[in-house]
């Protein structure tokens, strides 16, 4: 590491970078809520949709309310499909939305993926002018170039393929099948599907290749490989990982060209070091992670194969590669997918032979296609017939028993620890490496295979250290940020799940965005409760994505009911089609797991139907001394009921009714329960006025302890049964 002070220099600020916390790192800029306004900013990229036209701009001027805010860049949807020339300064009017803060476990970090990109917030414009522009031909030139290969894929190929090559050549994942990608990435070959480093070798390097056998110069082929990367990289939308593999690979050509040795390290830290000057914040992201994690690999561990003379073979190659990225790279993918597939190194054997052809075959069918559409459909049946042969081979895969094994997100220190002992690995294999080097003879040199195996078992217990998440034995519940609605889990001292409701008004797709990320964060593949208090929307509309996608739900527990409404009928045929087996509660019912214990105080059986809201299941969670009242959307009768049957008593935590409704949490009500703590879920641009003042005013009366999901994110609750801690996800542990 003397003769490289570039990989040490990338390395130090590297890990100075991890320690720096993130939202330290991310530039505020100014757009903190929701406002309407007029905006202005110049044009630098384009980007075709599906039903709309997005656009970035530079050099934002937002006026709103008679102030003037500035952004960096702003990403806006339109709704038209006008294509607007870059370098145009536009003005238009529209809603601008601040960048949303992860506020669950398990959630997509909007504010730290975009604030990457130096994208300030989003908005949804109209009314839009040209002020000016400021020509910029080659840029231009490159996107309505991506406009006419998008336009032939559409054309030569069906749907699906017409995605995959939009996503795999242009990097537009706009027209992805939702089901492909879910199927490739449950299988670890999501790689395919993003402009990674062997996308940019392949076509960069094979096009340099062909043009030094053709011209016999390098200067001669390595000038048009560059700027041929280089407009790549514009075109495709620069990712961390495509300027990686541009720059890398533009090092190696000027190093074929000045007549130099190219240096793997060396090129990967330039282009990490090029990366922290214009983007520091890509260093906290996972693609970084995963993409100079597996050059780092190749570049260290597979020199190390050949040092023992394993996996030397054309296949045996392959194997070594990809346990050589599994070992850098596991932890980061544990990090930010929660789970790894555990079939994935053989399906890349199947994968990566065969992307030579299929990019091959999409650029000719792009390319040619422009020219005469037959010959572009020549290569997307091509392409589709490999497309066809992933999928089929990844749909096998996933049926095998253990296909994906779900560890939630690794803890910190755990991902210290194995990395200290990669890196023992990696300095007792150089050692070897090194005695080979000094060896009188160094071709009857042997390594010595313990050292080699003693660090394998070593690595192989650190993964599996990685993997295993001991029970907690405290009775755990964390209430959701959803928006509006309500979304409450529950977690048993031994390890007895449950989902009372799941569901928002406010916020689209919550199953697939924030509860099943939730659970996958804390290593949960299936919950063994659901209990669903009524069949609002705002109640249910997670539980039925997470149960239409496949997600195992043991038992789904329903409020006993005389009549059932349309809503109603229709959560139990999606139960009873996903095989889950169904209970009813009624008042006096009970649910016991282990030392807790779920009872059920309303609605009375055969009460007659009146109100969705009033007859919602009311259920009182009992671990030890710790009681925690569950209310669903109660108003005032139910209420009532309930103190008139004297089924109430003081509880430690309260899940306040109808979202703070201030018609619901009556005065005689909570006299009854008296909570040490309420929570509150809503969001914070709802219509309705959650939660309500007097409501507020009410909880506090009988000293209560106030938490609202609008202000602190998801609410976890830890108790023995005896102690209560309470902790929010935006704020520091109280």
């Known amino acids: 590491m003397r003769r490289r002070p570039l990989a040490c220099l990338m390395l130090l600020l590297f890990l100075i970078l991890q320690l720096i916390p993130a939202d330290r790192m991310i530039r505020s800029a100014g757009i903190v809520e929701k406002c309407k306004g007029q905006v202005t900013g110049t044009v630098t990229y384009r980007q075709h949709q599906k039903e709309n036209m997005q656009l970035t701009l530079a050099d934002c001027q937002i006026e709103s309310g008679g102030s003037v805010q500035h952004a960096d860049q702003l990403l806006v949807t339109l709704t038209d499909d006008t294509e607007y020339p870059v370098g145009s300064v536009l003005s238009l009017s529209g809603t601008v939305y601040p960048i949303e803060e992860k506020r669950n476990p398990g959630q997509f970090d909007g504010k730290l993926y975009y604030g990457a990109k130096k994208i300030a917030g989003t908005v949804y414009g109209e009314n839009v002018h040209i002020l000016t522009v400021h020509p910029s031909p080659v840029r231009e030139s490159l996107l309505q170039l991506k406009k006419r290969l998008s336009d032939v894929y559409e054309s030569a190929a069906d749907e699906k393929t017409a995605g995959l090559l939009k996503s795999m050549i242009l990097g537009d994942k706009s027209s992805l099948d939702a089901e492909i990608k879910e199927l490739y990435q449950e299988n670890g070959i999501a790689h395919v599907l993003a402009i990674s480093g062997l996308h940019v070798s392949l076509l960069g390097l094979g096009l340099y290749r062909l043009l030094r056998r053709g ?106 590669i990809s346990l050589a990225i599994l070992f850098v790279t596991f932890p980061a993918l544990l990090d930010a997918f929660y789970q790894y597939p555990v079939y994935s190194i053989l399906l890349n054997l199947l994968v990566i032979p065969l992307m030579t052809a299929v990019m091959a075959a999409g650029l000719f069918c792009g390319m040619a296609g422009m020219c005469w559409l037959p010959a572009g459909k020549a290569g997307a049946w091509i392409c589709s017939l490999i497309f066809g042969i992933y999928e089929n081979a990844g749909r096998r895969l996933l049926k095998l028993p253990g296909a994906v094994l779900v560890t939630g997100q690794p803890e910190r220190w755990k991902v210290v620890c194995y990395y200290m002992i990669l890196t023992g690995s990696l300095m007792v294999w150089y050692r070897e490496k090194h005695r080979k080097k000094y060896s009188s003879r160094p071709e009857r040199f042997c390594p010595d295979r313990k050292v080699l195996a003693g660090s394998l078992m070593a690595l192989a217990l650190g993964m599996m250290f990685l993997c295993v998440r001991p029970q907690n034995q405290m009775f755990e519940v964390t209430m959701l940020d959803v928006g509006q609605g309500d979304g409450i889990f529950l977690k048993s001292p031994g390890g007895t799940t449950f989902l009372v409701d799941g569901g928002s008004s406010s916020v689209s797709s919550v199953g697939t965005y924030r509860i099943l990320p939730f659970l996958k964060s804390k290593g949960y593949r299936k919950i063994d409760y659901v209990l669903i208090s009524h069949m609002d929307k705002d109640h249910i509309s997670g539980i039925m994505e997470i149960t239409e996608v496949g997600t195992g739900i043991g038992t789904a527990v329903l409020p006993w009911v005389r009549e059932k409404d349309d809503a109603y009928k229709n959560m139990e045929q999606i139960l009873k089609d996903a095989g889950t087996k169904i209970l009813y509660m009624g008042a006096g019912d009970r649910l016991a797991s282990e030392t807790m214990e779920v009872t059920c105080l309303w609605p009375e059986k055969g009460l007659p139907w009146e109100d969705r809201n009033e007859l919602s299941m009311v259920v009182m969670a009992e671990y030890g001394d710790f009681q925690m009242l569950f209310t669903g959307d109660i108003g005032p009768r139910a209420e009532a009921a309930l103190v008139k049957n004297g089924v109430l008593e003081d509880v430690e935590v309260l899940k306040t009714a109808h979202h703070g409704s201030r018609y619901s949490s009556s005065e005689a009500f909570l006299k009854e329960i008296k909570p040490e703590v309420s929570l509150v879920s809503c969001s914070a641009a709802n219509r309705y006025g959650h939660p309500g003042v007097e409501t507020l005013e009410r909880l506090d009366d009988v000293g209560s302890r106030i938490f609202i999901t609008k202000d602190s994110g998801a609410i976890t609750i830890l108790t023995d049964g005896h102690e209560v801690r309470v902790s929010e996800y935006l704020k520091k542990n109280l």
């Open 215 to 320: 011209t016999g110069h390098f200067l001669l082929a390595g000038i048009p490989t560059i700027v041929l990367l280089l407009a790549y990289g514009y075109l495709t939308g620069t990712s961390v990982s495509t300027v990686r593999a541009v720059v890398m690979c533009v090092l190696f050509i000027l190093a074929e060209i000045l007549g130099r040795t190219y240096d793997m390290l060396t090129g990967l830290a330039l282009s990490g070091l090029l990366i922290t000057v214009l983007m520091p914040l890509q260093l906290r992201q996972s693609a970084f992670y995963l993409s100079f994690g597996a050059v780092l690999a190749i570049a260290l561990i597979a020199p190390v194969w050949k040092l023992y003379g394993i996996w030397q073979k054309k296949v045996g190659q392959s194997v070594g």
